[in-house]
């Protein structure tokens, strides 16, 4: 019965480890806060590189407003003009990042901006991976039971107002999920 207690202490202090490296521990930081996003809505001009459409520009102004965004020290954004425009009013520092490199984005982040206020941009494909990159989570429950094993999470092309929320703060992982100008709504406003 003690050998069976030994494994079940080891399993769960493995699992404690594992959660806390990928929340902030492997590079020293302890202390973190980042805000994750698609870019918003998208012009259909038919190039590769397209900008933010009319209404994209106007959410950009309004998303920089929202009280939440007034204390974000550093944003960071792909090299496509969509991306950097969601973030173009927001006051703070901004650098380009590579989209196809989300581990070098997190220890960039808890290098350089570790006890900070970050947002990233990216996009539909990318976002999920930066989500569990900076220790998120998603899962996926059938009939009341979460299945055992993560799921692989792609963001609707559509889908241009979740707002992931990752928090590492007292050693404790925090997640968000904000949703951007709720449906119905003329107003753009978080709603959690």
Known sequence: MRFLTAIIATA??????????AAGEVNG???YDVFILRHLEKDTDGTKDPGLSQLGKVNAKKLA????????NHAFYTPYKRTYETLEFIDAEKSVYDPSEPQQL????????CGETVVIAGHS??????????????????????LSYSPSV???????GSVFRVTFHN??????????????????????
């Open 65 to 72: 407003e929202l009280s939440v965004f007034n204390n974000i």
């Open 106 to 113: 997190v220890r960039t982040v808890k290098d350089k901006h």
């Open 125 to 146: 494909n990318t976002v999920p991976e930066l989500v569990t990159a900076f220790g998120g989570s998603f899962t996926v429950s059938y009939a009341g039971q979460n």
């Open 154 to 160: 792609s963001l609707d092309e559509n889908d241009y």
């Open 29 to 31: 930081c302890k202390d």
């Open 171 to 192: 050693e404790r992982l925090h997640q968000q999920l904000y949703q951007l100008n709720p449906k119905g709504k003329s107003k753009m406003q978080l709603r959690k």
């Open 12 to 21: 769960t202090l493995t699992l404690i480890d594992t959660s806390a490296q």
